[in-house]
């Protein structure tokens, strides 16, 4: 069974479903090696399945750039770099040179790195300093909670008229839903999930793949 998984399926329809897809390959499991070495913070790696369904998006939207909030050890850079376009790039926007030295070398095991830049600096500079005619084809946020309206604001008037914006963890372990969590990131969330729902900018459908996916797609 995979440590990286779904939270809201069972362990063994989890395992069924992975079996029932193609397998990662030695460059994915060795970036999900290196990553569980982290401990605790492990557990910020996408799921596998939500890797794989990123790449997939990203092959049907054939993004010219993709931007990417929150890079950790790269798994989700990994799957979308892979899918690119001959012509396509990916920003990724990260503020630790620590875990992003695990993306790069995993980048390079891949033949991607060419494809990528990467900025070490706060996500949000980072996207107010694209010029005013930068036109995103593909964003993944996955970082800060507090910062994911931010972000949002920032991307969706950005977003090509057949971009996809994919965001994580919007279930946050069914804590969404509980009137007793109160939390800074919780709270963050449920206004994030508030907002988009809410927005005639967008149409927008949340999964329950990995810890809640929230696909938004502009009108």
Known sequence: ?????????????YDYMQSHSTPADKVRLSLSKATKELGPWARMQVADDQAALLAALVAAVRPTLAVEIGTFTG??????????PPSGRLLC?????EWTAIARQHWKAAGVEDRIDLVIAPAIETLQGLSDDTVVDFAFVDADKTGYLDYYEELVPRLAPH????????????????PEVDDEDT???RRFNDRVVTDDRVEVVMLSIGDGLTLVRRT
């Open 75 to 84: 798994s989700s850079s990994l799957a979308i770099a892979r899918s690119l």
């Open 93 to 97: 926007c990260d503020i630790s040179d």
């Open 163 to 178: 971009g996809l914006l994919a965001v994580d963890n919007v279930l946050w372990s069914g804590r969404v839903l509980d």
């Open 187 to 189: 709270l963050a969330l």
């Open 1 to 13: 069974m995979s440590t990286h998984r779904s939270f809201f399926l069972a362990d063994d329809l």
